[in-house]
């Protein structure tokens, strides 16, 4: 992987004197045209050993654009509200958005890397870390982005020599912390973890570019052609994008039956029941989310729904046996202008909540496979592809301390109808029910293939569904509470 | 102040569910009246004394209306990236957007009046504080809030037997911490230093409304109806709202001269010279940000200027002087619809760099004052508030160890034109010439009028002007960067 890096590549001052203001101007004219378009982000990771030049060609880089629409992030050590949320938000905040250039300065690569290295994870654990890296860059190409990765690489004693001549002079000493020196220590170790962590996130839709950081002006010529050619590939509306290959849709279940037809519809609870279980449930959950070990713990409920089950409803339940001050609900509608110039789980990450709090999404990014699908909003590939990225996103919010709990609320069509007949006669409800509302009672059968898909394939050990009959609302809303109580129980 | 609320207000079961439904339903169907207008935020502020039932206040609010519109922040700790801005920056994160309401429990009248019962400030402090209050609701009120603000209250005798309540039940018991009962310790004081701190901050437009906390009927009906009469006043658009009185302009200087006119413009500065200060003055300015006395600073550079007046050009030379790990460049174009749903001054708070960090806002809040007076986008009542309301703005990014370097790029009317012209002769920079660019240039004697005004009251010790005449480009570039320099330098 570093065989080309050590070879000694260098640029002669003519050569250099020559060549950057031609590859400077390209690079500005590019950053415009970009930003004119604004229909993608463009993301340069930069990663690689200490002292082969990483901070002096990203100040080289910010020269040569236009600094005003390169967002730039150095990622250091956490801040508390980063802490307090899985690892991946701290890099989410930091994306730029369409039009924009985000440079990502020791990026998700960074932590893996050393983690191992220092022998804080094993083997396998950073094999599961760049497996999460690859899902999380596929995510992005298909979201649009354009994603450039820079590793900067010395040889051993290119890195020895480089440290020591940093130190010698008192105008760049600086830049040699206590840090470098013990890393060179062990320079084999990193060398060979960084190979495998780069070998395993390397891929055809973002693959790595090694630089070897001897020479200053290999170094920015290297990096600036890179990001040049890419960024005129891609502007290039000439250059046709491959027609992508049709995605093999899951067929409807071959009899007919699913979890939704078969569920039992008849269940119900008294009203007297419901009162009495409902108090002892919100003092239940009052109690779990004021626990000591809660502290450790956050909540994320995610509510979904056919139209008039009662989502709102058995929200409010919920909320009730909480402190107003613990709790967030977040209504899911239309994204605005900057959640769309984003990738979709994008405005999701934003409102996580810190650990010991509560959020409950009312409607969520299942929006991706369910109304994007029927709709279609979403191409067949895109909501396709959501299931996974679905399942990667809350695979981190359980491993953050997260408890991620599921509805799906479930009514028969009869009692949808009566529901809808109901709230248009009423003049206090009458502003729940739309159009909209009518039109997807007409697309039920498309709706509730796209239900069972997303149960099939979303159910997971850490973030499993509860699909809910919600004829009875009574029935529903103990259901709804009485789980979310067992699985705060089933942690703490 | 408290003397009504130590009464023993009490509401009686009966009465109590009597109205609860009808005050329940009138809240909810004026919260969907609000965001179905989205015109104006609420912004409900809650605090008063330890135990007098604030917090099952908010949760019977959660209870009545819909908790998916409701954004409630209590504000606890300090995060360390909320310690590293001004204090105010927890706050401006919390506010609502247009069509919400937002509850801030334990807002920013809190901690002045806290520390001044624990004597970390002095009376001269806190009357500061609270000026600083005042100044900031009549802020957020000018800009359309509706801002309730709810004091609890109980008497000395009242709290210590609800204390004691509370205690002896095991089911409420956690609710009492032990800092409760050594605030109970210096009730007298805390009365007496609340009293003062409410008194100030109680204006006509956002007036506090004392709560006796002793019974819970009374307080929830208390807090329901005036919240709902609010709402009510302010969503009926048959009651008019008073036409504001016209304000009074500052006129032009009776002889024509102004700090522009008069200015020398004809500095400059030979190539070979400017060559070598520039570097000297980059190097000086990488120093002094890595300066370890630096970390506890910030530096929140303004450019402004006529349009070819060469701010990018200026930028560029600071920038390039810095570590791109370390700064921003925040370029201000038109709002973002989720920044156009709050306060102006909020797209800027947003973007204020932590201690140690450099943000650059190519153009700025001054926006207000220039583009939206001239065009006119603002009122005359808006963008004369505004100078202000920035005062304001830029003392609490002073007092939080940000440096405000504030530069005024101006050229003559002639150098102007010739620099349009070789903009659009050049295809390389002929993006940067717009008609508007032609336009604002026929208005120039306007521009030259608020230009004038804003250095003149906004010419702070704390955020000062600078005037650069920048016919000449070196000149004007090293003026700036030495500036900058000389600021910080300074501090350290």
Known sequence: MFESAEIGHSISKD??????????????????????KSTFPVIIIVGGVDGAGKGETLNVLHEWMDPRHIVTTAFGEMSDEERDRPRMWRYWRALPPKGRIG??????????????????????ELFRATERIVRLERMLVDEGALVLKFWFHLSKKAQKSRLNALEADPKTRWRIAESDWKHFKIYDK????????????????????????????YRYLTVGRAIAEALERRLDEAVAAPEPPPVPMPPPPADGRTVLSTLDYSRTLPRKDYQRTLEKQQGRLNLLTRHKRFAERSVIAVFEGMDAAGKGGAIRRVVWGLDARQYRVIPIAAPTEEERAQPYLWRFWRHLPRLGRVTIFDRS??????????????????????????????????????????????????EQLARFHAREASPFKSFKITPEDWRNRER???????????????NT??????????NDKYFARIKVIKTICERIDAVL
Chains 1, 2 share one sequence.
């Open 15 to 36: 050569d250099y004197a020559r060549e950057e203001p031609v590859l400077r101007s390209r690079l500005l004219a590019l950053q415009y045209a970009l930003l004119a």
């Open 103 to 124: 440079i990502l300065f020791g990026a998700w690569h960074t932590d893996p890397i050393v983690d191992r290295v220092t022998g804080k994870i094993s083997e396998d």
């Open 190 to 217: 990193f060398r060979a973890v960084s190979e495998r962590a780069l070998r395993n996130t390397g891929t055809a839709h973002a693959p790595w570019t090694i630089v070897e950081g001897t020479d200053p002006n």
């Open 365 to 414: 990014w299942y929006g991706r496979v369910l109304v994007e699908r029927v709709e279609p909003f979403a191409s067949d590939a895109e909501w396709m592809r959501a299931y996974s990225e679905i399942n990667d996103f809350e695979e981190q919010l359980s491993e953050a301390g997260g408890i991620v709990v599921k509805f799906w609320l479930t009514i028969t069509p009869e």
């Open 444 to 458: 039920a059968a498309e709706y509730d293939h796209a239900v069972c898909d997303m149960i099939e394939r979303t």
């Open 461 to 470: 050990a850490m973030a499993p569904w509860t699909v809910v009959p919600a």
